[in-house]
């Protein structure tokens, strides 16, 4: 039974992935390019069909990916796709190499490669945690899953970056050196640093040398500067080569607690705003999973275990972390301690009240139902009898179009998909018969905030009524005729759009929500 568990978590998350792929663009959805940035882009990345977020300057793994299309670094083009932020980027070169080398250096395949990493390393993943929660009990298959869907892997997933990968090989590290591989396992969290700069504080988990015995001093101390040696080369070449970076990067670390306790001011002014709860109420379960692994860490000491050692490191490694690290949302924080949070689920003794900690340490699972939502396709639905969808002498079939201002592309979950709107949006449903149908139209609304919608058609006033912020409201309109050609409906609002959440930096009125049209008969 456990094992069929297992078995539904990976088919759920594989079904779910399958969500991101779109057709000629495969998994680009997940690197975020941004359509702002489209002129800077490599030629070859502005030569094939891939998707770009819309009015938007796009997300870091935009610069990984165009690195493992050209990883020549000396490339103006690549410098200039990249801009001042190259040097910093270029440090987390591992798993721009790894996909432009089974690539074998086709940089659309290896642009591919990079978009489908993150899964494939989930999936990897999936099986080495097995070795420290073999499904024996029901409490290890939940924190075997609290891991797989923790926050910060699912972010990382959904968003092309390098902490899913990164935290697959640490934990191979680890198991090495449990396996009493010590510099095998050195080597590797060695190489992992070469992916992520903080990835070598997993050296914290190799062996301590014995007090007692100076000898196991020098074994232990050339383990340690194997883990340093390649990230310290790198950075050395990249100084030499690239420069400095400038200041980019900079406000990833600040003073003690300070990053930690804006963020913590912002989600909660914004749970106290209007309009705000549901990304607000996100941000605070991520924090509390995050607050309760680092005070587990603070005052359960257990420094001769190597997870302890690890997972203090990053709780360590919590305390400075910058702005930059913890606003908007998602936040960064919860994939950069990624480590910590299987540290956490591992050490979290298996009885008693530790049981209500572990269920805290692991509420950002709640938060990753939300950002795992995969990319809307279709923006309405036609149902009906196919006599009256589709026009047999031609083939047309009845169809929707959607104002090109105001609207903007269709986005989806598992269950629903809808369109943001910025002001008065127009919907033409199209009749491509001979003949006049006669239809009703459903759909659901919801407004950033409270304003009052009105829907259309010709002047004729369809629907009016007032929408609270947040709320979703289902409503079916009268049965319309839809004569030969265009019928236009008009949503309106008596309000204009507004920003909703500090991330989205769209101006929003309300969400046209699965928009459907129900052919009734022929008139």
Known sequence: MRWLFCGTVVAFFAWNATLFYLPGQGFTYLIQFGEKEHARYLPELRAVNHFEMAKSGGYDAQYYAQIAMQPHLSDPLLGKAIGGQLPYRARRILFCWTAWLLAGGHPILALNIYAFQNIACWFLLAGLLLRWFPPVNWGNCARWAGVLFSFGLI?????????????????????????????????????????????????????????????????????????????????????????????VGARNFGAPFAGLTNKLQDSISLLCAEGYPSVAKFDLLVLAGLLAQFFFFAFRRRWEDPWWRVGAS????????????????????????????????????????????????????????????????????????????????????????????????????????????????????????????????????????????????????????????????????????????????VFGSDRPATYYGTNDIRRLSYSLRDLEVDLKSRR
Request: net charge positive; aromatic share 10%.
């Open 155 to 247: 972010f990382s997933v959904k968003y092309s970056l390098v902490d899913g990968p990164s935290l697959l090989l640490i934990a191979c590290g680890l198991a090495l050196v449990e396996s009493r591989r010590p510099w095998l396992g050195a080597l590797v969290l060695g190489i992992s640093g070469l992916g992520k700069e903080t990835n070598i504080l997993s050296a914290a988990g190799i062996n301590l040398p014995e007090r007692r015995n100076p000898q196991t001093w020098a074994a232990w101390l050339a383990r340690m500067a194997l883990v340093l040696l390649p990230l310290a080369a790198w950075m050395l070449c990249l100084r030499l080569w690239l420069g400095s970076g400038g200041g």
């Open 314 to 489: 990053y709780a360590v490694l919590m305390v400075f972390l910058g702005d930059s690290v913890w606003e908007l949302y998602p936040s960064a924080a919860a994939r950069v301690l990624l480590p910590m949070t299987l540290a956490f689920n591992i050490l979290v003794p298996r009885r008693g009240a530790w049981l209500m900690l572990l269920v805290v340490g692991n509420l950002g699972i709640f938060a990753s139902a939300d950002i795992f939502k995969p990319p809307g396709r279709e923006s309405f639905a036609i149902e009906g009898p196919r006599e009256l969808r589709i026009n047999p002498k031609d083939g047309n079939a009845v169809g929707v179009i959607y104002g090109s201002h105001y609207w903007y592309p269709v986005e989806r979950s598992r269950w629903e998909y809808w369109r943001w709107s910025a002001g008065d949006g127009s919907v033409a449903i199209h009749n491509p018969q001979s003949f006049t149908l006669v239809a009703e139209v459903k759909f659901r609304l919801r407004a950033v905030d409270s304003r009052a919608a009105i829907v259309t058609c010709a002047g004729k006033v369809l629907w009016r009524d007032m929408l609270k912020g947040g709320e979703v409201r289902g409503v079916a309109l009268p049965e319309i005729d839809l004569p030969p050609g265009d019928t236009v409906l």
